[in-house]
């Protein structure tokens, strides 16, 4: 008796433990740590090619430069003018180095607010 009540609470706590582990994976404090790459190479990319930025545009914000990944090769995305979201801001496209070389993470748009914004968890 007393090995199957071990038994069943054995396999009781088998079956819950994803469910307590599953909300750790994705919790803010796990997002910290991973960076979702759109590629990932064995080369670095060069220095950033030097642009000037045009003045300020109203209802637009500026998307820096970056290399992009094509054809087996580095090939520079120039700078350009994008359609501002109210309530969020641009992260550009940056290289970072990966497990296994380098990974590009694409530009995309960040809420503003505090509890969404990856950059005032460090704060």
């Known amino acids: 008796m007393m090995k199957r009540s071990l038994f069943i609470l054995l396999a009781a706590a088998a079956i819950s433990t994803p469910a307590v582990v599953a909300p750790a994976i994705f919790s803010p404090a796990a997002a910290q740590a991973s960076v979702s790459f759109g590629i990932t190479i ?7 090619i030097y642009e000037v930025v ?23 995305q120039a700078g350009h003018w994008m359609e501002a979201r109210h309530g969020y801001h641009w992260v550009p ?3 970072e180095r990966a497990e296994h070389g ?4 694409p530009g995309h748009w960040d809420h503003d607010g505090d509890w969404h914004s990856f950059n005032t968890w460090h704060r």
């Open 42 to 48: 064995g080369t670095p990319p060069p220095a950033p």
């Open 54 to 76: 045009p003045p300020p545009r109203v209802g637009y914000v500026w998307a820096p430069g970056y290399w992009r990944w094509e054809q087996e090769r580095h090939v520079w």
């Open 93 to 95: 496209d940056r290289w």
């Open 102 to 105: 380098w990974g590009h993470a």
